[in-house]
């Protein structure tokens, strides 16, 4: 009765190219997800060049804003209504 049981392995078929394929695609996929989701958890400096302009000194001229400008973008133009007979 032992010699009519088999304990050897199944034998698994090798995976075919588009079975690679498909693995490889999701493994880079799964790596790219979790570099995007790391990317808006963890907070990023800015670069080196942008903190140095905020250090230098401002001059005036270019802290006053055209106050004609800006009533401009604000104005809307008034609705005509029609008279109701």
């Known amino acids: 009765m032992a010699a009519?049981?088999?304990f050897s392995p199944p034998e698994i078929p090798e995976p075919t190219f588009m079975e690679n394929?498909?693995?490889y695609g999701l493994f880079?996929?799964?790596i790219f997800q979790l570099i995007c989701v790391l990317a808006i958890i963890?907070?990023?400096s800015k670069s080196h060049?942008?903190?140095?302009?905020?250090f230098e000194p401002k001059n005036s001229e270019t802290l006053k804003k055209p106050k004609a400008t800006?009533?401009?973008i604000s104005k809307k133009?008034?609705?005509?209504t029609k008279k109701k007979r």
């Open 21 to 23: 394929v498909l693995r």
């Open 4 to 6: 009519e049981l088999d």
């Open 42 to 44: 963890l907070p990023v």
């Open 28 to 30: 880079i996929g799964a």
């Open 77 to 80: 133009p008034k609705k005509e």
């Open 49 to 54: 060049k942008t903190d140095s302009d905020s």
């Open 70 to 72: 800006a009533p401009q």
